[in-house]
């Protein structure tokens, strides 16, 4: 069974600029969620969708984060304009339904100049 | 303030000796707890999971332990090795999903 995947692994960028990252789940997963880690920190969750509806977007910073599941497959996030404190690794992890165990994909390394 | 409260936040032991990790929560009652393993630069991946009503589960050199009363988990790792070298993350479930901040631990050898 092919796990999570994401891309990029890495990115660096300038601070104002945009950048998008990619989820692709587990087949078959109806629950997508995209996760922010700053060092040191546990995974901070910043969206869930269960299909293409978003469950919990509470922790979105929206004026500058937007994420969209619009099949019900895969995923994008999105930040535009990046700041400084935005450097954080951006996990995908998805499940089979909603508080089942999470499967997380090796995760997208930004760090924003 | 979180409330899942991982500890040590570090720890540093040498290969072969056992340890146990500290999870302190305030989500009563809960759906269920994991324990997952965190590699360097990898997503997390599950190690156990309990509901409310376990008291213990194990998987491998891995034996998590739940005391509801004192609302408290702990993972041990027996044995330990190289490759035990990680960040372990507890995660407590009712209607959403509660990250503890790691306990990041190193095996030397």
């Known amino acids: 069974e092919a796990g999570v995947a994401q891309s990029p692994r890495y990115k660096i960028i300038e601070k104002r600029q945009s950048v998008a990252f990619w989820c692709n789940p587990i087949s078959g997963h109806a629950t997508l969620y995209w996760y922010q880690q700053i060092l040191g920190q546990g995974p901070k969750l910043l969206i869930q969708f269960q299909n293409n509806g978003v469950v919990d977007d509470s922790q979105l910073p929206k004026d500058r984060f937007s994420a969209e599941r619009l099949k019900g497959v895969d995923s994008t996030l999105k930040i535009q304009p990046a700041k400084l404190e935005d450097s954080a690794v951006y996990l995908c992890?998805?499940?089979?339904?909603?508080?089942?165990?999470?499967?997380f994909g090796p995760g997208t390394r930004l760090l924003v100049l | 303030k979180n409330q899942v409260e991982q500890s040590p936040q570090s720890l540093i032991i040498l290969e072969g000796k056992n340890c146990t990790l500290q999870?302190?929560?305030?989500?009563?009652?809960?759906?269920?707890l994991r324990w997952y393993k965190q590699d360097t630069g990898r997503g997390p991946v599950s190690l156990t999971i309990?509901?409310?009503?376990?008291n213990t589960k194990s998987n491998g050199r891995y034996t998590a332990t739940l005391d509801a009363d004192t609302k408290q988990s702990s993972l041990h790792i027996t044995a330990s090795q190289l490759s035990d070298s990680a960040s372990y993350i507890c995660?407590?479930?009712?209607?959403?999903?509660?990250f503890g901040a790691g306990t990041r631990l190193t095996v030397k050898p």
């Open positions: 995660v407590v479930s009712l209607n959403d999903m509660r």
């Open positions: 992890a998805s499940s089979y339904q909603r508080l089942e165990t999470q499967y």
């Open positions: 999870c302190n929560y305030t989500v009563s009652p809960f759906s269920n």
């Open positions: 309990m509901t409310f009503s376990e």
